[in-house]
């Protein structure tokens, strides 16, 4: 960024899975600016090579299937000149294509509403505008850059979006560290190969910076602050000079510490599977696609499949297959307490307002029913009469609120008046799916097939970010009719055979390994010592065990637990963190911070299960006011 359009500066940079989800990233930093800024949040992009494809919308007969509101996209210089005349106020405006011939029209609309720019650069267009040639087009100084898959020769899952510090502002404050992604891990396959490319496409800006890199590599206090500063500080206690990860456990700073957040719920086999690269050279050379439709099959009866390189973009990609398939219909309906993902799209899903301030607009047509009320099954019907509803979205265990399974009420409900009120049923198992609660999917055990699936986190084997939406054959036909192209635009825009390779992997494993069988027999183990060991434990309130998918509700309403409100749940992990023993690391759902989350490896042995029970019921059973002082302790 500085070397490029001679800035001095200060940067924050993001990395994400994709293009698109780096562009959406990059649309909420922007939206959260200007509307703290009392400023308009609609947004201008400039597309000429529809770069964007259905990010936005998609057209079918005719007419056009909207996603995403308050986006409006232009294709030609022409265009520009039409909404600098006419147009309302804009905040942002997002430049996916630069070149000199447009740069002059572009300012005069910049410079006429105050807004915010966006670029985004591939490899050849950043090359194009770091030539002194290109001089005209420098004037557009970004304040957020997108960089695209090019940088990875579009051979693995990536985007970044790096933005002004001072942007970044609001989303550093302790509260706001995690608003538009929880973990903050950035994938390591991803980030290597990046390096490599760069390594190999701009060898003389590489170098340039070589001392910088080496310094990252061996000095760890610098690599504290560069990581703390350019990145994300949430992070920063977790990383020591010595940090490794292998099968079920972390080792640093000269511990041994048991893994039972894994990618929240990604882990398969644990951390960096020795024989990984071998596996996949291993599986025959045939279509990857194919083979792995035909596979999925197999285990839920769905018939096709398109791909997606992160839980959220699967959502998302979902989502837009079920409202251009059941167009004109427009509403989507949600259970609160729900959770789709924190992209732009995928938020349709998610019920919390806390992920969605000062972003808007979002997708508006959407209905919210709980599905833990008494009259749950009334709420259904009485929606279902008022409203023509498109899709059904929903997950039978919300993972980020609370570990709590879909009462079966509203299930059946939801299963047997698809045919009479035409909607069609989207089950996101991103966090239940490959075998985490024992069977393939959750939707197996309620006799569910789904209109659409979504499977994602194990599905990549905690190395590979891809994901899978499962759709049925009559979904397919009824894009047919439409003259839809958005499963050729799906398939082209996430094909990556290592992907498919390693889900094809993760499956031929299950099997050698019956993980079906052994994740029941864990969880049932599991259950077995974690009810026993917290039966009269008084800082428990419940126990909820689903396969491998375990929370633990804490008690914080006795004194002095309920001082602590939302922050009870890091005297508890810290603690478990540090045992001396048997160290754990174990997780928290966002939506309901007084639930320990627990999700370890689904190989994890009965040893270690016995092992991280000990831990985590000693830690449990501890008097409050022990637990309070080591803490105390610890800090000091």
Not at 17 to 26: I, K, P, Y
Request: hydrophobic share 40%.
């Amino acid at each position: 960024m500085r070397t490029t359009w001679n800035q001095q500066e200060d940067y924050q940079t993001f990395l994400a899975n994709s293009f698109d989800e780096a562009l959406s990233g990059a649309i909420k930093l922007a939206r959260y600016n200007l509307s703290l800024a009392n400023r308009p949040t609609n947004g201008l992009i400039f597309d000429p090579m529809d770069r964007l494809g259905s990010f936005v919308k998609t057209k079918v007969r005719g007419e056009y299937v909207d996603f995403m509101p308050g986006l409006t996209v232009v294709s030609s210089t022409e265009e520009i000149q039409n909404i600098n005349r006419f147009s309302d106020s804009f905040g942002f405006l997002v430049i996916l294509t630069l070149c000199d011939d447009t740069v002059t029209k572009i300012l005069q609309l910049v410079e006429h509403n105050n807004a915010l720019i966006i670029t985004c650069v591939s490899r050849e267009s950043l090359a194009q505008l770091r030539d002194s040639k290109f001089t005209k087009a420098k004037q557009l100084s970004p304040d957020i850059t997108i960089f695209d898959e090019s940088f990875v020769n579009n051979e693995v899952p990536f985007g970044a979006f790096t933005a002004q510090k001072k942007l970044y502002q609001y989303w550093n404050q302790p509260n706001k560290k995690t608003f538009h992604s929880t973990t903050f891990q950035p994938n390591t396959v991803s980030s290597l190969h990046f390096m490599r490319c760069l390594e190999y496409a701009d060898a003389i800006f590489f170098n340039s910076i070589a001392e910088d890199l080496e310094l990252i590599h061996s000095d760890i206090k610098y690599r504290k602050k560069i990581f703390g500063n350019k990145y994300n500080s949430a992070l920063l206690k977790f990383m020591t000079a010595d940090v490794e990860a292998s099968g079920g456990f972390i080792y640093s700073g000269g511990h041994k510490i048991f893994d039972c957040v894994s990618g929240v719920a990604c882990s398969i086999r644990g951390h960096n599977p020795p024989n990984y690269v071998e596996e996949l050279q291993g599986i025959e050379d045939k279509d990857e696609r194919i083979e792995l439709t035909n596979l999925l099959y197999q285990y839920t009866g769905i018939e096709n499949i398109v791909p997606a390189v992160s839980g959220a973009s699967g959502v998302e990609n979902a989502l837009r297959i079920a409202l251009t398939a059941q167009h004109p219909r427009r509403h989507v309906l949600v259970l609160k307490g729900g959770f789709g993902g924190k992209t732009l799209f995928a938020l349709t899903g998610t019920w919390s307002s806390l992920y969605k301030q000062n972003i808007d607009p979002l997708y508006a047509d959407v209905v919210y029913i709980d599905p833990f009320a008494e009259d749950a099954v009334a709420q259904l019907d009485a929606v279902m009469q008022k409203y023509s509803i498109a899709v059904v979205q929903i997950e039978l265990i919300q993972g980020v609120s609370g570990v709590r399974a879909i009462p079966e009420t509203t299930i059946k409900y939801l299963q047997t008046n698809r045919e009479k009120y035409g909607y069609l049923l989207l089950i996101d198992e991103v966090q239940t799916g490959i075998f985490r609660t024992g069977l393939f999917a959750r939707s197996l055990l309620h006799g569910l097939k789904p209109d659409l699936l979504v499977l994602g986190k194990g599905t990549s084997d905690m190395m590979f970010p891809f994901s899978i939406v499962q759709y049925t054959e009559n979904i397919q036909q009824k894009l047919n009719a439409l003259g839809s192209s958005l499963i050729k635009e799906i398939q082209e825009r996430y094909n990556y055979p290592v992907g498919y390779r390693t889900v094809l992997n993760v499956l031929h494993k299950a099997e050698e390994m019956k993980l079906e069988e052994r994740v029941t027999k864990s969880g049932k183990l599991l259950e077995k010592l974690l009810c026993d060991r917290l039966a009269s434990c008084k800082s428990v309130r419940d126990v909820r065990v689903f396969g491998l998918l375990i929370g633990i509700e804490l008690n914080d309403t006795n004194w002095p637990q309920c001082w602590f409100r939302k922050q009870l749940f890091l005297l508890y992990i810290s603690s478990m963190f540090k045992h001396s023993s048997y160290p754990v690391l174990v997780g928290f759902c966002q939506g309901e911070t007084n639930v320990l989350k627990i999700t370890p490896p689904l190989t994890i042995t009965p040893e270690e299960l016995s092992q991280i029970c000990s831990t985590i019921t000693q830690v449990l059973n501890k008097p409050f006011i022990q637990l309070f002082a080591s803490a105390i302790n610890a800090i000091i």
